[in-house]
């Protein structure tokens, strides 16, 4: 299956990054989570409207999904003055920190991608960079190589399928319908 191409919308990469670094306490979100807010708000996006929010390129890395286009766009808002990061020590790495220099102005985003931003802010800000990561371990970035771009189709994967009782007895009458009786075979040493 072709994945399908999609624009990326700069101005709405920068206001969602700017949400979620104001939803997030700087001590609470790096360069690792905020990678994958943008993944998961994409891709959550893509698979309810048929289109993602941003519409970036995220690329199999060794910790999950990462975002071509986030560090050329922070360094945009950087130069705008939009936002401050700034590197510190975190148990033995280093992690950035993210936070907007003055009141976050949302004119691109709509209520309900503003919502599900803030939604995937609480999500990544409760956990840790590594249990982020984890989480975006999934089927779709198992199936990529190293460096491939992940396309958003594979955001169905996300969604957790749940095989019911119901789902059971169906496939089980539906297999004894359509079985056949076993082969014998001695009808193939005959044929010789």
């Known amino acids: 299956m072709a994945a399908a191409k999609f624009q990326l919308d700069r101005e709405k990469m920068k206001e969602a990054i700017l949400l979620i670094a104001s939803e997030c306490p700087p001590e609470r979100l790096g360069n690792v989570k905020l990678h994958k807010a943008l993944y ?96 975006s371990h999934n089927a779709a970035w198992e199936m990529m190589d190293p460096g491939e771009v992940i396309p958003y189709f594979t955001a169905l994967q996300l969604v957790p399928e749940e095989i019911t009782d119901s789902d059971r007895q169906w496939a089980l009458e539906s297999a004894r319908e359509h079985a056949v009786e076993p082969f014998p075979i001695e009808v193939l040493h005959k044929a010789h």
């Open 40 to 135: 998961f708000a994409d891709m959550l996006t893509f698979l309810h409207v048929g289109c993602p929010l941003t519409g970036d390129e995220y690329l199999k890395q060794k910790f999950g999904p990462t975002a071509r286009h986030l560090s050329i766009v922070v360094n945009e808002l950087e130069r705008e003055g939009r936002i401050k990061v700034s590197t510190e020590e975190y148990y033995g790495m280093f992690k950035k920190n993210y936070v907007p220099t003055g009141d976050v102005k949302i004119t691109r985003l709509s209520e309900i991608e503003i919502k599900l931003l803030k939604d995937m802010s609480e999500f990544v800000c409760g956990y840790s960079a590594k249990e982020v990561s984890e989480f």
